[in-house]
């Protein structure tokens, strides 16, 4: 599960679970929006994982949920660009040990991402700094 900012790009949490249960997911969005901060909306697809603590969850949060229609790949083009990025960046050239050696790889690949990488939808600019556009 990742946690994008979709205004600036920026990758703002990538978890790994092995087997991730709507407890879980539903936790991951109260630990990346501490003390009171929340988004607006939240995209999310139509997996089971996703059930009903996250609906309630964000309905108490008042926190708008987008589900992602079907066979819809285009809706969600920064989400899909980031996740088959690091499916051909990294998941492509390395054996993955365990949990743990996968959250190591991300730990490393998410600061590239934000940091160095340029992205087309920011006029080639990188998500870790405030151009001041798409917010």
């Known amino acids: 599960m990742f946690v994008i900012a979709l205004g600036s790009r920026r990758v703002v949490r990538a978890g790994v679970a092995r087997h991730p249960t709507g407890a879980w997911v539903a936790k991951q969005p109260r630990e990346e929006t501490p003390c009171g901060e929340r988004p607006r909306f939240l995209n999310r697809d139509n997996d089971g994982t996703c059930g009903s ?69 920011l006029q080639q600019r990188v998500p870790s700094v405030d151009h001041g556009v798409f917010t």
């Open 53 to 121: 603590a996250f609906s309630r969850l964000a309905a108490a949060t008042r926190v708008e949920q987008m589900h992602r229609a079907y066979r819809a790949p285009k809706k969600y083009a920064a989400c899909e660009r980031f996740l088959g990025s690091v499916r051909r960046q990294c998941l492509d050239h390395l054996l993955i040990l365990g949990e743990m050696h996968l959250r190591r790889i991300l730990r490393e690949y998410v600061p590239n991402d934000n940091h160095d990488r340029p992205h087309q939808g």
